[in-house]
């Protein structure tokens, strides 16, 4: 069965800094792996997605990540943190086919905070 | 993109009573939507597929007799959540696959429910 793990439930930033918000997947198949934000009380919003192609993604909003299968990671990357960027942020796993077709397994979550 | 549009975006209800919520895909087709359910502070956690022209799969520990699921129409599903009580007090979200399939969920604004 898949599923991921953020590592870090907040992480706290200084605006222009590094954001970076980490998970790690398990899967028995070669995994198709997203990123979500998440404003207060709002629905969610698809970062960037790894559908098998290029092991480096590029996303909204200046966000990229980077599948490395020898360490299970699909980690997710700014470089430069901007107010805005405050929310939190979901690592997801598509299962696979059969009755699990579509279904996402979503990471614990990672609070993005933005200091000033 | 696509959009998914919920409705109610909040609720409240006596204990007791049932709510339905209104999932829509406002320009594409869906035949599958996901609904998923977020306590606070918490991630999602999917609740059931709802499938058009049949009946809803629902997760292991889901209660199907108490979230009552309908796919009415290729852009419409409903949530009942019937007798309700406090405990179902959360933020409900669904999601519909776009037209590239489900490597792209688009997600609605979530409904929140709160039971006294």
């Known amino acids: 069965a898949q599923s991921v793990t953020q590592l870090g439930s907040h992480v706290s930033v200084s605006e222009g800094a590094l954001v970076l918000l980490r998970c790690n997947y398990s899967s028995s198949v070669p995994p198709y792996l997203f990123w979500y934000v998440q404003y207060p009380n709002q629905g969610l919003q698809l970062l960037l997605k790894y559908t098998s192609a290029a092991t480096l993604v590029k996303g909204i909003n200046g966000f990229e990540a980077e599948f490395k299968k020898s360490e299970t990671s699909f980690h997710l990357t700014k470089p430069s943190a901007h107010m805005s960027d405050a929310a939190e942020y979901f690592c997801?796993?598509?299962?696979?086919?059969?009755?699990?077709?579509?279904?996402?397994?979503f990471g614990q979550g990672t609070i993005l905070t933005v200091h000033p | 993109g696509a959009v998914v549009s919920q409705h109610p975006s909040w609720v409240i209800c006596k204990s007791g009573t049932s709510v339905k919520i209104e999932c829509r895909s406002l320009?594409?087709?869906?035949?599958?939507m996901f609904w998923y359910r977020q306590f606070p502070k918490q991630s999602l956690m999917l609740m059931a597929t709802s499938n058009e022209g049949s009946k809803a799969t629902y997760e292991q520990g889901v209660e199907k007799d108490k979230f009552l699921i309908n796919h009415a129409s290729l852009t419409l599903s409903t949530l009942t959540v019937t007798s309700a009580h406090p405990e179902d007090s959360s933020f409900y979200i669904c999601?519909?696959?776009?037209?590239?399939?489900?490597?792209?969920?688009?997600f609605g604004p979530g409904t929140r429910l709160t039971v006294l």
């Open positions: 997801a796993v598509l299962r696979g086919g059969g009755t699990s077709y579509g279904k996402l397994t």
């Open positions: 999601s519909a696959p776009g037209i590239a399939g489900v490597n792209e969920q688009f």
């Open positions: 320009d594409f087709q869906a035949t599958t």
